[in-house]
């Protein structure tokens, strides 16, 4: 088994699932017991703002990161936070992804977020997706979605609604002349 960690799954214009069509999803974790992902394009109405106030009432949030969306990262424990964000160390849980992505769940990362002492690029979920061990690989066979590798672009500097399409042009092909069909040789 080759590990999509690092990866974007990329959601096949015939999945309807209420939490995954037309989603990005950014894999955290994939191993022979499962994966876990992140949403990058589904926006709650929640902002940094409200989170960070949540969290700690007396913080500051500098005036431009006030309105910073939110994502629903899954449906699974979606009042857990996830930080997606450039390398920066130094904060109490985090974990490197690859050599230019990190994810940390404590809450001291959010008031540096809010304040620009925190990483140069970042986006904040709540929840995330789970796959059960096999359950990912049967999706993918059975053409649910597309992989490819992450991109730092369309993760942190590609507006939400515009996503699904950067990852979908990124791929080079025509998602729409694809069939549903899988084929097996």
Do not use: C
Request: proline share 3%; net charge negative; aromatic share 8%.
């Amino acid at each position: 088994m080759t590990s999509l960690q690092n990866h974007f799954l990329v959601a096949m214009p015939a999945l309807d699932d209420e939490y995954f069509a037309r989603s990005v999803t950014y894999i955290l974790e994939h191993n022979d017991q499962g994966a876990m992902g992140i949403v990058i394009n589904q926006p709650s109405p929640m902002t940094l703002f409200d989170v960070i106030k949540q969290t700690d009432a007396n913080a500051e949030v500098d005036e431009h990161k006030r309105e910073q969306i939110v994502v629903f990262g899954g449906p699974v424990n979606q009042d857990r936070g996830f930080v997606l964000h450039s390398i920066q160390s130094g904060w109490n849980s985090s974990a490197k992804l690859s050599s230019e992505i990190m994810v940390t769940t404590s809450k001291d990362i959010l008031s540096a977020i809010g304040n620009e002492h925190g990483p140069r690029q970042s986006m904040l979920a709540l929840g995330y997706a789970g796959w059960d061990a096999g359950q990912l690989e049967q999706e993918i066979q059975s053409n649910a979605w597309l992989t490819l590798e992450a991109d730092q672009e369309i993760l942190f500097n590609t507006p939400i609604h515009k996503k699904w399409q950067a990852a979908v042009n990124k791929l080079g092909v025509d998602v729409w002349q694809l069939t549903q069909q899988a084929g097996h040789a």
